[in-house]
């Protein structure tokens, strides 16, 4: 199978960017996330690497969030794994000693915005079709924790509450008004912007830079690296219920009868 992710280094900046390209929605799957991980290490353990812009190459959407197939009519093992490889990505990319930014060049729910949130700084194209969010509740489904906690980080409180309870999508305009994304940019511009942000970012001396972040950060990554297991225990009882799986499966009808 083809790489679902592809990363480019530049040894001259020390700033890799890392493009997803799995069509259609680069949905995050077991086999997306593993290989997002893969990369994700080399990058880390390699010295000449300071930086790394996430971005997609897909027109219209950044990433659809989880595969929803990975947590349909699934064993309960297989889910356990998963979730494992989804807390995976996020802790590698929340701990990350590089500066990290999001190229969001569309749209980016629930996963996708986490994968974002994970992230040092945001930038997304201006264009109000696109929306971010974290739309678990939407789905019948219930964002963990520690998807609260990144988002509160984030945000705020009440901005979190408001948007964790109604499962808000909010469109680029609305998302840099609550401090979902930190900046907008025309679309054209979103990998420039985050290279040219990147270079200001990188000014700044990455041990001071890193010890900053690990204290901002390192609360929030304990709490789940102390509960891991209990976390994959309490997602894999709560989304093989049957009650939960006929709220995915509405979704997805209800995802593709919106195609139609
Ligand atoms: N997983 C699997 N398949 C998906 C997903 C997904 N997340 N998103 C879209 N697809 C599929 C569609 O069903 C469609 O399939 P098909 O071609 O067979 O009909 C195909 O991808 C293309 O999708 P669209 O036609 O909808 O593409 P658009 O370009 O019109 O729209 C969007 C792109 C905006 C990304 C749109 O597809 C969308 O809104 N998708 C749903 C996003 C979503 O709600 N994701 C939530 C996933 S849950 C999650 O990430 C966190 C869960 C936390 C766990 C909670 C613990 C209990």
Redesign the pocket.
């Known amino acids: 199978t083809s790489p679902k992710i592809k990363v480019d280094l530049d040894s001259s900046t020390g700033v890799a960017v890392l493009r997803m390209q799995s069509p ?2 680069n ?1 995050l799957s077991l086999d997306f996330l593993t290989e997002f991980c893969i990369n994700l290490e080399k990058l880390e353990m390699d010295r000449s690497c300071r930086g790394l812009i996430i971005t997609s190459t897909l027109s ?2 950044f990433s ?6 990975e947590m349909y009519g699934k064993s309960p093992e297989r889910c356990g794994e998963f979730w494992k490889a989804v807390q995976e990505m996020w802790l590698k990319l929340y701990g990350s000693n590089m500066v990290t930014m999001a190229a969001i060049n569309g ?1 980016s ?3 996708g915005c986490l994968m974002s949130l994970g992230c040092d700084y945001r930038i997304m194209a201006d264009n109000p079709r696109y929306s971010i969010g974290l ?2 509740t939407q ?1 019948g ?4 924790f520690w998807f609260k906690d990144t988002l509160v980080n984030t945000v705020g409180n009440r901005a979190a509450e408001l948007s964790l309870e109604l499962g808000l999508l909010y469109s680029a305009p609305d998302a840099l008004k609550i401090g979902l994304v930190d900046q907008l940019v025309p679309e054209d511009q979103v990998l420039s912007t985050a290279q040219d942000t990147m270079s200001k970012w990188l000014a700044v001396p990455d041990h001071a830079r890193q010890i900053t972040k690990s204290m901002m950060r390192k609360p929030t990554i304990d709490k789940l690296l102390s509960n891991r297991e209990a976390d994959i225990t309490n ?1 894999v009882s ?2 093989t219920k049957d009650s939960i799986q006929k709220s995915l499966r509405m979704y ?1 009808e209800m ?2 009868s919106r ?1 139609a």
């Open positions: 259609p929605v949905s219209k959407v659809a969030g989880l595969d929803i197939m749209s729910p629930a996963g739309n678990e789905l489904i219930v964002a963990p997602f709560f989304i997805l995802l593709k195609k």
